[in-house]
């Protein structure tokens, strides 16, 4: 019982230490930045029919693909473990070479160019 007091009682701790510490470091005066309603590029005020890059998008998508390989490649220190890691090591390979000779490929066509 008291072990479960006591991390309660650090939990709560933590977490009001952690609040008045964001209350005393953060930025009290807003900018224009700040007061916008959309942080992500775009003109608010403008006409919504003007049309925008698509290159954002592309960059976007990018990142999620080549994000995702961390998730695929997390197991691999425990995948080792296995009765044939040999096998496993092989997959990893593969699939660190599918993804390298796309983002090469990738580079090679301009898609990672921000300006043309």
């Keep these: 019982m008291n072990m479960i007091t006591f ?8 977490s009001i230490a952690m609040v008045m510490l964001n209350l ?16 992500c590029g ?7 029919r003007l049309p925008f890059s698509i290159r954002f998008f592309l960059v976007a998508i990018l990142f999620l ?9 997390l197991p691999l220190p425990w995948a080792t473990q296995l009765q044939t890691p ?5 997959w990893t390979t593969a699939l660190i070479l599918i993804l390298t000779l796309g983002l090469a490929y ?7 160019e921000w300006a043309e």
């Design 86 to 90: 040999s096998t496993t090591l092989a």
């Design 24 to 39: 005393w470091l953060a930025q009290t005066a807003p900018d224009s930045e700040k007061l916008s309603p959309y942080e």
């Design 65 to 73: 693909l080549f994000d995702l390989e961390i998730a695929l490649l």
């Design 7 to 14: 991390m309660i009682t650090l939990s709560l701790a933590l």
């Design 106 to 112: 990738e580079w090679a066509q301009g898609g990672l």
């Design 42 to 48: 775009f003109d608010p005020l403008g006409s919504a």
